[in-house]
């Protein structure tokens, strides 16, 4: 069986990779003989990156070919069907899911976080392509009551979670490699810092700052979509001379969770950072700017500030809370329900591929 991938893949963007690394592996463990081809911005990058096959995202007639290819597409997850970033992103999804309508190639919509969508037509546009999928699965209740308001009532909306929950840190030598490599010794303390540029996050960066000085431990700082991180990452840098370690270049999923699962704790705007922290129960804090972290934050029980209410005194309040109120009982719990919601997305595609 050949099947193709579809998402935000080939961006250099860690949260993205995370997800197509934890549907590459899921497949794989339950279609070993699966052939996959992943549309992608880069697709030398991802084929030498997954040993899969890789198509030029952007051609049409490219996506077109691979799709009467392909025996079945996925679509997602991440945050694909949505107009805050760019109208452009649903466009393109959406188009992508009517040429495979076209290629009478049957589709599933993966994982994915819905909305917001402003535009009243993009809405109608995705409940049209989702009422034709055979399968649609969504990663939190929010974006499930969406397409139920949207008018979504069949196929039915199963919520799950993540994939990128699945990925497998790199083992310790590798960790132990990365640490060197990025000047913290073994036994060296350090607190991960996954910010992102936002409207607003200028205004609390300040009181970020405050905060870390108050600290002893080391300050690493992963940019998670490395080219567009990397100027804020600088910042800090500067701000907190002597104490930040900053990567060189884009880490992947793997390593990247294996650099949390050695931190003390996490302080993370990024989705992935906090989704990673919950996999290897690292304490974490959620600084929320948008739905999605706000959600995973509270589905993981991470203490959560919003952008307007940081300050460094509330920040202090929740890293204490995340160190001292872990009980480990509950958290080993709490993470086997979210891998088992995460494992429930390969249930529903198995249902949905074609017989052969």
Known sequence: MRILLSGYYGFRNTGDEAVLAGIIEGLRRRLPDVELC????DPASTAAEYGVAAAD???????????????????????????????????????VLHLARLAR?????????????????????????????????VRDEESARMLQEWGLRRPEVRVTADPG?????????????????????????????????WPGLQELLPSVVTLLRRRDEALLVLPFQFERD???????????PNRVHLPRDLLGPADSAAVIQGARAVIGMRLHAMIFAAAVQTPAVAIA??????????????????????TPDRLEECLAQTLTQCDEDRECIRLAALKEAAEVNFEVLMGALPKR
Do not use: C
């Not at 599933?108 to 034709?132: E, K, W």
């Not at 913290?184 to 540029?197: N, S, T």
């Not at 739905?291 to 995973?296: I, Q, S, Y």
């Open 38 to 41: 992943v549309l992608s911005a």
């Open 57 to 95: 995202r952007w051609r049409t007639p490219v996506i077109w070919s691979e799709l009467r290819k392909a025996d079945f597409l996925i679509q997602g997850g991440g945050s694909l069907l949505q107009d805050v970033t760019s109208p452009q992103s649903p466009v393109y999804y959406l188009g």
């Open 105 to 137: 190639t049957p589709y599933m919509v993966f994982a994915q976080g819905i909305g917001p969508l402003r535009s009243a037509f993009l809405r109608g546009v995705t409940v049209r392509n989702l009422r034709r999928a055979r399968a649609v699965t």
């Open 165 to 197: 929950l699945l990925v497998e840190p790199s083992g310790e030598a590798r960790r132990q490699q990365l640490l060197r490599q990025l000047d913290l010794a073994p036994e060296q303390p350090y607190i991960v810092i996954a910010l992102r540029e």
């Open 230 to 240: 990397l100027p804020l990452a600088l910042d800090l840098s500067r701000m907190l």
């Open 289 to 310: 700017y948008d739905p999605k972290v706000d959600v995973f934050a509270r589905r993981a029980g991470q203490p959560l500030l919003h952008l307007d209410e940081v």
